[in-house]
């Protein structure tokens, strides 16, 4: 705008100068009007008539040429002037969703809200833990992630409160020794787990008002379906009332003990497994008033509390442990927990009928398939090249004779009331040089004898 305001004044002055000129000339003309006289040039300087006449013309070109120069300056400056403001461009339309992307978004809002419970003590390296669970949950509103710390721990603190609003953050309030006998006072950190589980589920189900929760602890790293497999299991849970809980964990899931190309296998086990699980309210409700004061897990393991119900349990671990320090110093953990294989394959299980779970369909397809198979001995399982592919089974005939095979098998022999490591009916599913072999008691099995513990 200022260029074109200095262009004008320049054409106005010009046309002046021009028209100026213009008036010398005419003044010195002979027979001009009476009036004032221009000097007179010096002798030799004046201009012969032809030329003044030619300049006089030449003058009268330029003069309409700037003129003509001046009239558009004006005219684009008015255009200028009265332009219309631009208009402030509309934002883009949102594109219209699809009939599919709404009925997914209507069942996410549908789908159950199921809290991770991770319980944290004193372990900075929970961040391991916390990074996997966030990287893989498909959806913050289905799956909060709430960490409840005992023990009070400042460094533990500060790499929980680093991820901010991902994670709740809550602190067990009673930090002091748990009243213990005399004979138990080197068992103190497991009174302590337990009154933290005991409030952490209390604040879970009592304050939150949850319906279903998963449990972890802080030395857990899980898979990438691991949210898949308890989301596709809780209905399971919900409708069948021999069931009490869904583990991600397999005692006996070493490499070599399961087949990782049937990552899809579920099965229902009478031990209670622990280790990344899934419960409901209403089994909280059985429980809470009666919660032990130590060794909360082996409580679950009893007939008491187990009532003949089962778990939910895979065949290839969702979650592995990378805990070997803790109040059991590394039990186990060097012989058999460190060689879990942790499930890498995403198994689409919301998207599997799972109801061959239930009890009744599952004991007739199971038993059949392990009383099915033909019955061999160690020896030739030992020897056996492979070749021959299909299950086989082992049989036991008592305490003595189990632990000896699970022993020779590289299986956790111990039980619990009688109960072994992912047995169901006494039976134990695992994979010896490529075949399936069922670790098995006779046929005609009537319960488990807690003697055996």
Same mark, same amino acid.
């Not at 120069?69 to 339309?93: G, M, V």
């Given at each position: 705008m200022l260029k074109k305001s200095s262009l004008a004044l320049l054409g106005a002055a010009l046309f002046l100068a021009w028209n100026g000129l213009l008036l010398l000339f005419l003044w010195g003309r002979p027979g001009a009007a009476p009036g004032p006289q221009p000097p007179r040039l010096p002798p030799g300087s004046r201009l012969l008539p032809a030329q003044l006449l030619q300049l006089a013309q030449d003058a009268e070109a330029e003069l309409r040429l700037q003129r003509e120069? /001046? /009239? =558009?300056?004006? =005219?684009?400056?008015?255009? =200028?002037?009265?332009? &219309?403001?631009?208009? &402030?461009?509309?934002?883009? =339309?949102k594109t219209p969703k699809t009939p599919a992307q709404e009925e997914q978004e209507e069942q996410e809002e549908e789908a159950p809200v199921i809290p991770v419970l991770v319980l944290a003590c004193d372990r900075s390296s929970v961040r391991r833990c916390l990074d996997k669970i966030l990287r893989y949950r498909p959806s913050a509103r289905r799956f909060p992630v709430i960490v409840s710390q005992d023990c009070g721990h400042a460094e533990t603190a500060a790499v929980i409160a680093s991820y901010g609003a991902a994670v709740a953050h809550i602190r067990q309030p009673e930090l002091g020794d748990v009243p213990a006998p005399p004979e138990h006072r080197k068992f103190q950190g497991y009174y302590r787990i337990s009154r933290h589980y005991r409030w952490a589920l209390g604040q879970v189900f009592r304050t939150f008002r949850y319906r279903a929760a998963i449990v972890v602890e802080d030395d857990l790293e899980v898979a990438p379906d691991f949210f898949e497999y308890f989301q596709a299991v809780l209905p399971l849970l919900e409708e069948d009332p021999s069931l009490w809980c869904a583990s991600a964990w397999n005692d006996n899931g070493k490499e070599g003990l399961v087949d990782a190309g049937r990552a899809e296998l579920l099965y229902r086990t009478d031990f209670f497994p622990g280790l990344g699980w899934l419960l409901l309210a209403e089994l909280w409700d059985e429980l809470e008033p009666k919660w032990p004061p130590a060794f909360w897990d082996d409580w679950m393991r009893q007939p008491e509390q187990r009532r003949g119900r089962a778990c939910v349990r895979p065949e290839v671990s969702r979650t592995m442990t990378f805990g070997r320090k803790g109040v059991s110093h590394g039990q186990f953990y060097d012989q058999y927990l460190k060689f879990i294989k942790l499930n890498d394959r995403f198994v689409p299980f919301t998207q599997m009928d799972l109801s061959y779970l239930k009890k009744d369909q599952y004991e007739r397809f199971f038993l059949q398939q392990v009383y099915s198979a033909p019955e061999i001995h160690l020896e030739e399982l030992q020897k056996d090249s492979g070749r021959d592919s299909g299950p086989v089974r082992l049989q036991y005939r008592g305490r003595d004779s189990f632990k000896a095979l699970a022993k020779a098998l590289g299986l956790m022999d111990d039980l619990k009331s009688g109960v072994p490591r992912a047995g169901y009916r006494g039976v134990v599913s695992l994979v010896c040089r490529g075949r399936r072999v069922f670790l098995a008691p006779p046929s005609d099995w009537t319960g488990y004898d807690p003697s055996w513990s």
């Open positions: 120069l /001046l /009239l =558009q300056i004006q =005219q684009l400056s008015r255009l =200028q002037h009265h332009k &219309t403001p631009p208009k &402030t461009p509309k934002p883009p =339309q």
